[in-house]
């Protein structure tokens, strides 16, 4: 005889957990009683619960297994939404345990009560609530199946606590297995037919089920192809950036040319991405729900296929059994986009050269270095801001897994994920970028960082404002600025004030020695950087914007 927190961290293990993230909260004692004698999973205490879902998310990134975050009814759930819409739009497996009231007191809103499946059901690929002790396995195994069959995603999961502190037998469920769509043989041979009479062929990676052998596979086949190959929007680590065949990101800042040949390209590859709002520059790359290009799509779920855009070629496959296919493919006898090829990677090396902006600490020239000095198997996060266009345009990424970035856009992402990422694999060097209101909404998980000793390098970009939405404002109000101005701590005192190290940079110049002694403290570090708040973005400064504005 088991009770329910027991027997729920035994599926975990049989499953292959290896982590859990956590707020505690006394609705879920049970499970943290499960928690305490488990040799597997490690049980990671956070500061809020949103940080808590962010970590689980990330750690669903870089591990490929389901990120496990376990948080309490209520506020504790309301918090946790935003890590589970980052996994929703970024389709990263995650299971989120939420500790409910018990049934005797159900539906009568009792303290912090709310409705699991009605709230969640809207935007993760399954909410329920486990009522009865002995179905725990059953709801856990179809949980895994759940978060990383097709499209993977995250699920919640209710714990009533007087169901998961009961007692009872309930045999273990195996080990998830998972599907894997493969394209058919009408597939390959149709895939093969519309690449020989291709003449302006371009391929788009993104999406799930990636790995190193995907990234390397892909590269074996553009570099025997002469392949011009871009990255979705956030996916910019699928393909080393140093390679010949490199075309640059569809996302923030897209370069005109790359756009006009993503437009003009007479075969459209894309591999897992779902060509949302960003990789298609607000769905204007691409006709709706024609495109005017030759596409052939291929995703893990069949739902993707169509949603959006009728491909001539629907692939129903993941990228690891497409990329099989494509290294069968002989070299051809011919490729007459070369040219195009060679074109779009010379205009994406020149892009890496920095543009000056205003101020006495150059954005550019910090991403730059970051990238230059950052080992091969290091690690990229950040959260979302103006900030955020700088390492976009000036980072290179070596290969998978070394960017974490949430599709969706969310603030605040970039230390609970840096955090993960250090926990996940000690020995790589991970770097966060967040600007100053990003980093405020999840920095009080610098305590997280100090707790579990992790070295993880923050860079705060501080230019005293929200940056993206201080842009949008002066282009559709310009000099009507009302919400978007900050008043900000010491951000290196505030390092220092958890045991951490903290300096500041107030010139480009001394960037680089500050970053290595960062790298070099052997524990949490953030190195605030004092932007001049005309420096909005790579290529516009904010007087920039605001005259267009007026304008316009």
């Not at 689980?56 to 819409?85: D, Q, S, Y």
């Not at 991405?273 to 069949?302: C, F, K, W």
């Amino acid at each position: 005889m088991r009770h329910g927190g027991k027997i729920l961290i035994d599926q975990l293990e049989t499953q292959g957990a290896s982590a859990a993230f956590t707020v505690p909260g006394e609705s879920f004692l049970a499970a943290l009683d499960g928690l305490h004698d488990s040799n597997r999973i490690k049980t990671v205490i956070c500061r809020q619960e949103g940080g808590a879902a962010m970590m689980a998310e990330a750690w669903g990134k870089v591990t490929g297994e389901p990120g496990i975050c376990f948080v309490t009814r209520g506020p504790g759930a309301a918090n946790a939404m935003a890590g589970l819409h980052i996994a929703q739009q970024d389709s990263t497996p995650m299971i989120m345990f939420l500790g409910l009231p018990g049934e005797q007191h159900e539906d009568r809103e009792a303290f912090q009560e709310i409705e699991t499946k009605s709230l969640f059901g809207s935007f993760v690929k399954w909410a329920a609530v486990i009522r009865s002790t002995s179905r725990i396995p059953e709801y856990v195994s179809r949980a895994y199946h759940t978060s990383m069959n097709g499209r993977p995603g995250p699920v919640v999961l209710g714990l009533p606590e007087d169901m998961l502190s009961a007692k009872g037998e309930a045999p273990d469920a195996k080990a998830a297995r998972f599907a894997e769509p493969s394209p058919s043989t009408s597939d390959q041979a149709t895939f093969t037919k519309l690449l020989a009479g291709a003449k302006r062929p371009l391929m788009m990676i993104g999406g799930p089920g990636w790995s190193k052998k995907i990234q390397k596979q892909i590269e074996a086949f553009a570099e025997r192809f002469d392949m011009p190959v871009a990255a979705a929007f956030r996916f910019q680590d699928y393909i080393d950036n140093r390679h010949r065949c490199y075309a640059g990101h569809a996302g923030i800042g897209l370069d005109p040319k790359l756009a006009a040949a993503i437009r003009n390209s007479d075969l459209l590859i894309v591999i897992g991405a779902r060509l949302g709002e960003m990789t298609t520059s607000g769905y204007t790359l691409i006709d709706i729900p024609n495109p005017r290009q030759t596409l052939v799509h291929v995703h893990p779920s069949g739902n993707e296929l169509g949603s959006v855009y009728r491909a001539d070629l629907p692939v129903n496959a993941t990228a690891a059994t497409f990329a099989d296919f494509l290294t069968s493919l002989p070299k051809p006898a011919s490729t007459p986009w070369s040219a195009t090829r060679k074109e779009l990677n010379d205009i994406y090396l020149a892009s890496l050269k920095p543009i000056a902006t205003p101020g006495s600490v150059q954005m550019a020239e910090v991403v730059r270095t970051v990238s230059d000095m950052m080992p091969e198997n290091g690690i990229v996060t950040n959260g979302a801001g103006n900030y955020a266009g700088f390492v976009h345009k000036y980072m290179q990424y070596k290969g998978y897994r070394s960017c974490l970035a949430p599709t969706s856009g969310s603030m605040g992402y970039g230390l609970p994920a840096a955090i993960a990422a250090k926990l996940a694999d000690p020995t790589r060097t991970v770097v966060n970028f967040a600007g100053d209101g990003c980093f405020l909404m999840t920095g009080q998980e610098l305590a997280t960082a100090a707790q579990y000793g992790l070295n993880v390098v923050t860079i705060v970009a501080n230019n005293g404002m929200y940056g993206t939405i201080r842009a949008h404002q002066e282009r559709q109000y310009p000099e009507r600025v009302v919400g978007t101005t900050l008043v900000n701590p010491d951000f290196a005192a505030y390092a220092r004030a958890f045991g951490c190290h903290g300096e500041k940079v107030d010139r480009t110049a001394d960037f680089k020695a500050a970053f290595q002694r960062a790298l070099d403290a052997g524990k949490p570090s953030i190195i605030e950087l004092k932007i001049d708040p005309e420096a909005l973005t790579p290529r516009q400064t904010l007087s920039d914007i605001r005259a267009a504005g007026k304008k316009g």
